[in-house]
């Protein structure tokens, strides 16, 4: 959630567990609940796989040793 997030007014369970996201967030800190929660590489992982689907599921290199570097480039 965002910085300036604000907790739901409604019941149902999807609210619940993003207002007690909150919660957790602020009683923690935003950085420490990253660390703890793994977010900050969920979304490295994320960008990589952003990265890789903008450019095709397809090499241009025909060589091995060039097909290795464009996926190296990729990531």
Known sequence: P????KP???TKSSSLERNELLRTIKRL???L???WSGYHRRSLVETKMHC???L???LSARSF???VNEIHARV
Do not use: F, H, P, V
């Not at 965002?2 to 997030?5: C, G, L, P, V």
């Open 52 to 54: 890789i689907k903008l």
């Open 2 to 5: 965002r910085k300036n997030a």
């Open 29 to 31: 800190g935003r950085t």
């Open 33 to 35: 609940w990253k660390k």
């Open 56 to 58: 095709g599921d397809k």
């Open 8 to 10: 739901w007014k409604d």
């Open 65 to 67: 040793d060039s097909q």
